[in-house]
């Protein structure tokens, strides 16, 4: 049994075998865009993992001689003391589940080398904040310590000033390691053979969480398909002022139009982005920054949406000036943005008519006539933050996952956290909509909020939750949980109380998608499947009551 595939043009595993992160990359490099040089271990070694506790026979020496490839591709070792490599072990099933597994990114950076990494990078600070970051992911996915100690352990040493920043860093690391070693009952370990063999585990059984579970049940995805988990070598976004790390989408994912949309942090690295617990920058930014970056993403993504016909998002990082693409995806469209995208690309000659028939589900179709919150007249404005997936849905504030649960035994509520993440997904399967205090447009809260066409507003910047007292700040008002409030994820608004809602005309793009389904249906241009598809979202779009 072969367990492990590298990330090569030649690669022909299926999804099924090599996950969607992996086969994408590997579509990334037939194109010619740059990825991180790496390699798959196959979905096949994670259902072994889960089903025996270990991994499977040959998998250990197999990726002994898989590292020593990266190391001979990247001209480094990892965990020397000299031109140190460090990996990224991502986890990545066949069908997509945002945030829903296990990441660890920097793993091979050990004591020694993060001093070799300091030294040949002359920055000390970079060093031990790339050993923070493994170490936070490493104390997170492996050892299980919970995400409020590790925000503990970083207020714990905040007070330091501007200038003291290797010596918080340097005393953040030792309060993470303690956290492990209380966890664990030992120290981390030193050796970087060892973090990788922990975090491929980690990420095996990351498949099996309840929040992974939960995210299957609601998206009717099988419980017995795997992860694969793709391991790369590091680009480093936080190494200098003119690195960074985004999420791009080839066309906006609420309305369709054909513009590059998305978010971009400076000096960061990709969790930074997708957890949403910084407040990110527009894309657009990096325009003006980093013109070269931005002129080989947009190249990247047309040739990305020409090669797959249909609109697509990519995680993208760029190391002092270099441009790497980590992951690329489906758009994940919103109702009427799917509708536009359908008819936008019949219209180019990208897609048949037919395709686009298919391509809108009745689903999307609940969603194509986007409500508004009636803006006329006086309304009392909790908050305001980035309209993340169309819709209005009013409800009871909840200020947990757990209470949020709870609440919506007695009907439907809104859950408000400073930020998601994946230990937030029952709450969010639980709520009618969810506004966040931090994130931007790719947050962990927007794309799963889209992901189940859920009206969200994220980045409410003057937003405070309060978990302790079950209670909202913003405005210089206290909103207690329980408290009634109405959100548009069109405009961004969160609404005290139950205001008046309107609907929208009918988007032209629906109207002329539906032509097409008259004449298919109506037998002009066929008959058939093509004439049940077309009766199917006729059918779909009365049901809808979008008349």
Not at 286 to 295: C, D, F, M, S
Not at 497 to 522: F, I, K, M, N, Y
Request: net charge negative.
């Amino acid at each position: 049994m072969i367990w492990i595939h590298p990330l090569s043009p030649e690669t022909e595993e299926p999804p099924d075998v090599l996950g969607g992160k992996g086969h994408g990359l590997v579509v990334l490099r037939r194109l010619g865009l740059p990825v991180p040089p790496g390699f798959v271990i196959g979905t096949g070694a994670c259902l072994a993992f889960l089903r025996d506790g270990r991994f499977p026979d040959g998998l250990g020496a197999e990726l002994a001689t898989a590292v020593s490839g990266l190391e001979a591709a990247t001209r480094r070792r990892l965990g020397a003391p000299e031109r140190p490599l460090a990996v990224s072990v991502r986890s990545g099933g066949s069908v997509s589940m945002p945030g829903m597994m296990n990441t660890v990114l920097n793993v091979g950076l050990t004591s020694e080398a993060t001093a070799g990494l300091a030294a040949e990078t002359g920055d000390v600070r970079f060093a031990l904040d790339s050993r923070l970051r493994f170490l936070s992911g490493f104390a997170s996915a492996v050892a299980g310590v919970p995400p409020e100690s590790l925000d503990a352990a970083a207020r714990a040493v905040a007070g330091h000033g501007p200038g003291d920043d290797e010596a918080r860093l340097a005393e953040t690391i030792a309060g993470v390691e303690a956290l492990i070693r209380e966890r664990t009952g030992g120290p981390v370990p030193d050796d970087a053979a060892r973090q990788l063999e922990l975090a491929v585990g980690a990420v095996f059984s990351s498949w099996d969480t309840p929040r992974a579970r939960t995210y299957r049940t609601l998206h009717g995805i099988p419980h017995d398909l795997g992860t694969a988990v793709t391991v790369q070598a590091m680009v480093f976004g936080n190494r200098d002022g003119r690195s960074g790390t985004g999420v791009a989408f080839s066309r906006d994912p609420n309305t369709g139009e054909s513009v590059p949309y998305g978010d971009v942090l400076f000096g960061r690295q990709g969790e930074d982005v997708v957890s949403g617990r910084s407040a990110t920058l527009p894309l657009g930014e990096l325009a003006g920054r980093e013109p070269a970056v931005w002129a080989r993403l947009l190249d990247a993504l047309e040739r990305i949406e020409g090669h797959c016909r249909d609109a697509c998002q990519v995680e993208f990082t760029f190391e002092a000036g270099e441009l790497w693409l980590l992951q690329v995806r489906p758009g994940g469209l919103a109702g009427r943005a799917a509708v536009r995208v359908a008819v936008d690309l019949a219209d180019e000659g990208v897609i048949s008519r037919r395709e686009a028939l298919l391509r809108v589900s009745p689903r999307h179709l609940r969603y194509a006539r986007t409500p508004r919150i009636e803006t006329a007249g006086t309304l009392d404005v909790l908050t305001r933050g980035l309209g993340a997936c169309p819709g209005v849905a009013a409800g009871r504030l909840a200020t947990t996952a757990d209470r949020a649960v709870r609440m919506a035994a007695d009907g439907p509520v809104i859950l408000v956290r400073p930020q998601t993440s994946p230990l937030d997904m029952h709450g969010l399967a639980a709520a009618a909509g969810v506004v966040t205090a931090r994130g931007g447009p790719a947050s962990h809260a927007a794309v799963v909020a889209r992901a189940m066409g859920k009206p969200a507003v994220v980045g409410a910047a003057d937003l405070t939750v309060d978990d302790a007292a079950a209670s909202v700040r913003a405005g210089g008002r206290v909103f207690p949980e329980g408290t009634l409030v109405t959100v548009d994820g069109t405009g961004g608004e969160v609404v005290v109380g139950s205001p008046r809602v309107v609907t929208a005309p009918t988007d032209p793009h629906l109207h002329r998608l539906l032509e097409w389904a008259d004449q298919v249906s109506g037998g002009v241009p066929g008959a058939g499947p093509e004439r049940d598809d077309a009766e199917r979202l006729r059918a779909a779009h009365a049901a809808s009551g979008a008349h």
